[in-house]
């Protein structure tokens, strides 16, 4: 049985945390958490312990690193390395930062809280087999992990981690219209959620590109068309584009 330890238990931490422990992936008793505020509620709440940032060290098999970026090197000065794996989640900063360390990287992103965590992890040729499989299983516990090049982690964080951002304006500029027509909030944001949900689920469980299921639901002369003619004939694609474009830009500039 392993245990885990958390730096910093903020958001991301505390839904890393609650995930695991609901996939029971872990129990609250193998988690043992450091934060400046030494958030006790939390850890009652939940079950795990609390400690200093050494003590989770000394007392956790893999230690999540979830500070700020800018928290990084304050950490770095805190604990004193032990030969064990380290897992960073903080955006844009690069292994390289953790010297001599054994550092895996790992963006993960807030949909673990509903088991569909998409993350992306990088592991360095030194970390072993068997800790590669122990940080794999826990991932994919609570979704899907997906092992990169860490080259690749910038393009990634604009997809999967800022992703959810954009489908979230979609889905509200596509709620604003369905308004316009009538239907009220609660039900405009609930028909075209389930909408963007069916459509999700039908393309990954029927393995289903989109030009099949465009296909399926579009007859000739009927309303898709009409409105598939009009996505056509715009600059959607290029905006598209544009966005996650920015995102990556973003990304690098801020790992920098
Ligand atoms: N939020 C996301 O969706 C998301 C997704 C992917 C990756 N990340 C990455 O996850 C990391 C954390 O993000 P977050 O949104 O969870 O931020 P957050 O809520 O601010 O959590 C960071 C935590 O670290 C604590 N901390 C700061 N300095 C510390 C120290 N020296 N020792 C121990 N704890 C310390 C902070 O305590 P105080 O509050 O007392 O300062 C805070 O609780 C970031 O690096 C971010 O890039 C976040």
Known sequence: MINIGFIG????????????????????????????????????????????????????????????????DEILGEIKDSGKVFVSIAAGVPTSKFKGMKIVRLMPTMACQVNEMVSAVYFPDNIPDDEKKQIRKLLDSVGKSFE??????????????????FFAYFIDAYAKVAEKYGFDSQVAFELINNTCLGTAKLMKEKS?????????????????EAGINVLKSSEIKKIIEETIKAAVKRGGELGK
């Open 208 to 224: 289903m590109d989109a030009d099949e299921l465009i296909k399926k639901v579009m007859s000739p002369g009927g309303t898709t």
């Open 148 to 165: 990169f090049k860490e080259e690749q982690f910038d393009a990634f964080t604009a997809l999967a981690g800022s992703g959810p951002g």
């Open 9 to 72: 238990c903020g958001n991301m931490a505390q839904a890393l945390i609650h995930s695991f422990i609901s996939s029971k992936a872990v129990k609250p008793g193998q988690i043992v958490a450091s934060d400046k505020n030494n958030r006790q509620d939390f850890a009652k709440e939940t079950g795990i312990a609390t400690a200093t940032n050494q003590e989770v060290v000394d007392k956790s098999d893999i230690i999540f690193i979830c500070v700020k970026p800018q928290n990084i």
